[in-house]
């Protein structure tokens, strides 16, 4: 199971990476193409949220690997849940249903590794 969580984390972190490091270097009106909702929020926030998910997919991979302070690996996944029902709930508003199904895997994987982390898989 510590493999298996080992490579969700990784494909989480890449992911996550990817996405963040898109919305907090990209302008807006370049976004807005391929990712619809940022024209609900400000240029700030977009940067916020990307920022977030940089760092979260961080901490998902360099505390457990380093081995200093591994009990960020199970906060940034909590963090990502979280990211994960906020990105739903806008989705939900401005009804994008497969938007949805895909933050719904992507909450799934990051609770599963939060679970993993904070309980039987412990580092």
């Not at 969580?5 to 490091?21: E, N």
């Not at 906060?75 to 994960?84: D, K, S, Y």
């Not at 939900?92 to 992507?106: D, H, Q, S, W």
């Amino acid at each position: 199971m510590n493999v298996f969580l080992w490579i969700v984390q990784a494909v989480l972190a890449a992911m996550f990476a990817m996405a963040g490091v898109m919305k907090s270097t990209q302008p807006k009106e370049k976004l807005v193409d391929s990712l619809p909702w940022v024209a609900d929020f400000s240029q700030t926030i977009v940067r916020f949220i990307g920022v977030v998910e940089l760092a979260a997919a961080l901490g998902l991979i360099l505390p457990a690997a380093t081995g200093i302070a591994p009990v960020l690996t199970p906060l940034a996944a909590t963090g990502l849940v979280v990211v994960m029902v906020l990105a739903a709930i806008t989705h939900a508003r401005r009804k994008e249903p497969g938007a949805i199904a895909f933050n719904a895997v992507l909450l799934v994987l990051a609770a599963l590794v939060a679970w993993g982390r904070f309980g039987p898989y412990s580092f």
